[in-house]
């Protein structure tokens, strides 16, 4: 183990797992692989944690907190959720059946909410990681991404949240539906935030405006890049419109990856919603390392 | 040839190739094979052609009228769209660069909107064969597929459509994205009403009820087969709301698979309107006959 690191800090989703060895909320050394929750069995979690993390081991003991799909019930062992409202780290951490003796593994449960229905792992994490540096945010946080969460955060705990499949539909539309021959590479800013009020303003019209983009393209030659940049502005905005009651006249922050979030602050500033942003990856840390430690101050 | 048989009817779509011999009106024998469009280069239309009707043809010439992806730009030889209005088999019938002398094969042209944009092929030889049976009919169309078209129709012609991904979009949310775990087979007539219902009555909140589907999978023992009903409903009760001002008030007759049909049917009769429907496929070869007839009369 590198001699400075002293807990070993596990991001794990359904298509990657990502891996920091840390010195208290430090990262000093970082390592990936695409052993995501989704190609694995239960048994092979933790044959494929120790594949990328046996550099950094030696005969001692190590703490990893991980947070992600692998705490779900097709992954390594299920960290039942935690039911909202509550603080995103209020759930206790489950060890998964981990054999070798140099791991002490702990999976961070998600959360759940009973009306509407909706379920999030990892973000929680995320969102811890965001408050803490500004604990007393009271507003709504949206993380942009293949499933995208909007969560109202009052007096430090997660009140209510919604996801939106927007990203995951998007991929699928413009990749292998009858639009990926229209959809190309590049963007056209003005496209996108047309497309994106006008579906804000008439959200009930998106069904009929999928398929312009092909009528389009054939008779009135829609380049593909602005034939991609409605798209995601048709797609952003009917979930803007849905999610209208999280971030109307609310303190907006954006934690996601750059792009993507700029894509959704310019959507959210055409509505003269000025969103601020955080990085996803640094919240993502900050998050584990509460979590480390809370779980070191309560550890017996 | 059939001695009967004086033409051949063609529905030659994306992913299928149907032929029916046909003795004026009266189909006599079919045949078909998966050749359809989208895997096909332009040289290889005739092979595929006369591979599926050389049981059929002697010495002589026989008339082949198509309709279908097969006049689109990627297909055998490109039909020009005819723009709306206009009546449904008005546009000048294509011959390919068949170069077979037992073959004279002519292309039925799709028809195109200006505003909004759209396009269809195949659908307006379907309209064409229903409005030969009821050629005073003044009303909607609706044709239920893959891409959903509904049609206005007002003294013969076209007066406008409108076309909806819900069939490929509900093909891509159960197959393809993370929505196939929960999504199985069975059907829950009362959980798709309540979808439909819900998603006509509130069609802003679709983008957020998606995701619910797993979420209530995983938290609230929703079964396959509900989750099925109820995507399918919030998806064609989304369509439903945009298509709006084509059903509303309106006489509505469904051309499309008997199921398909039922379903669309279904969500119409719970907002108090009792469509007509209509078989498909004889519409689309009683559509193919109008055409021949037309193109015996007109040829010189």
Known sequence: MNAVADW???????????????????????AQADHGMGVLQPHQFEPA????????????????????????RQGWTEAPYTPVPCAPLSGRLKAPPATDPRLDVRIIPGLSQVRPPDVMRGEETQIAGYLASDPGFDGVLCLPGTHTKWAQISAGEVVSFRTFMTGEIFALLAGQSVLRHFVGEGWDEAAFTEAASDALSRPEALAARLFS????????????????????GLLIGAELAAARPYWLGQRVALIGAPGLSETYGAALAAQGLLAETADATRATLAGLAAAHANYTETAP
Chains 1, 2 share one sequence.
């Open 49 to 72: 944690l120790l594949d990328l993390l046996t550099p950094w081991l030696d005969t001692g003991l190590i703490t990893v907190v991980a947070c992600g799909m692998v705490g779900a």
């Open 213 to 232: 983009l092909r009528a389009e393209s054939l008779i009135a030659d829609l380049s593909p890049a602005a034939a991609r940049a409605r798209l995601s």
């Open 8 to 30: 070993i800090a596990v991001d794990w989703g359904t298509s990657n797992l990502r891996a920091w060895a840390m010195a208290g909320g430090r990262p000093v050394a970082e």
